[in-house]
């Protein structure tokens, strides 16, 4: 009988931590839900800054991973404001990778090279390529399934000159690879799951 109460007990606790957990974490939760969905770049930011600092344990990088991917998106959409947002999104991937270094946050860090070198591709390709294709390299290392590498890899490739060995052709065995991978993703509630929708604007101008 005792045995059977201490075990029932245990359950108890446990379940109490878990929901405690859950709790801690909603509103880490409902931000990635509504960066899922392409909420508003910019109310996202003012979010998941409020977040660093009440984030912590194995989540800790998450929030500053977002802030990365989201400045780095603002730095493309605002031509006047593209230096420093692109400033910032390197500065949040930095402090995501300080936290828990992963393949998804060097991801957000050659992401982020890469709106830092788009402000002036021609003026700047040559200034960030390594740091961009670095970044990559190290992701691959540590997770070589990860579909976000081949995404940015795709990206890149289709966006430079032929010339220089870049193009449809070339890119379309990275952006097939991303899309079979991304196919069997499962989906988690906080860790990144972006790319579908990426690879559909591929698709208007490089069909794979």
Same mark, same amino acid.
């Given at each position: 009988?005792?045995?059977?109460?201490?075990?029932?007990?245990?359950?108890?606790?446990?379940?109490?931590?878990?929901?405690?957990?859950?709790?801690?974490? #909603?509103?880490? $939760?409902?931000?990635?839900?509504?960066?899922?969905?392409?909420?508003?770049?910019?109310?996202?930011?003012?979010?998941?800054?409020?977040?660093?600092?009440?984030?912590?344990?194995?989540?800790?990088?998450?929030?500053?991973?977002?802030?990365?991917?989201?400045?780095?998106?603002?730095?493309? /959409?605002?031509?006047?404001?593209?230096?420093?947002?692109?400033?910032?999104?390197?500065?949040?991937?930095?402090?995501?990778?300080?936290?828990?270094?992963?393949?998804?946050?060097?991801?957000?860090?050659?992401?982020?090279? $890469?709106?830092?070198?788009?402000?002036?591709?021609?003026? +700047?390709?040559?200034?960030?390529?390594?740091?961009?294709?670095?970044?990559? /390299?190290?992701?691959?290392?540590?997770?070589?399934?990860?579909?976000?590498?081949?995404?940015?890899?795709?990206?890149?490739?289709?966006?430079?000159?032929?010339?220089?060995?870049?193009?449809?052709?070339?890119?379309?065995?990275?952006?097939?690879?991303?899309?079979?991978?991304?196919?069997?993703?499962?989906?988690?509630?906080?860790?990144?799951?972006?790319?579908? #929708? +990426?690879?559909?604007?591929? /698709? #208007?101008?490089?069909?794979?």
């Amino acid at each position: 009988m005792r045995i059977i109460f201490l075990s029932i007990l245990f359950k108890l606790f446990s379940f109490g931590l878990m929901a405690q957990a859950g709790n801690a974490n #909603q509103p880490l $939760i409902d931000a990635v839900a509504q960066f899922n969905s392409g909420n508003d770049p910019k109310t996202l930011v003012a979010t998941f800054e409020k977040l660093v600092p009440t984030t912590s344990g194995s989540n800790a990088w998450i929030p500053s991973y977002y802030l990365a991917l989201l400045n780095a998106s603002l730095s493309i /959409k605002n031509k006047n404001l593209a230096d420093p947002y692109a400033d910032k999104a390197i500065y949040w991937a930095n402090l995501s990778i300080a936290a828990s270094p992963n393949d998804e946050n060097y991801c957000a860090l050659s992401m982020a090279k $890469i709106s830092k070198m788009a402000v002036n591709p021609f003026l +700047r390709w040559v200034t960030y390529e390594k740091s961009i294709y670095a970044a990559l /390299k190290v992701a691959k290392n540590a997770n070589p399934l990860n579909p976000r590498i081949y995404i940015l890899e795709g990206s890149l490739t289709l966006n430079l000159p032929s010339l220089f060995g870049g193009g449809c052709d070339k890119a379309k065995p990275m952006l097939t690879k991303a899309r079979e991978l991304l196919d069997k993703q499962n989906p988690q509630i906080l860790l990144p799951t972006w790319g579908k #929708q +990426r690879l559909e604007e591929f /698709k #208007q101008g490089c069909s794979f």
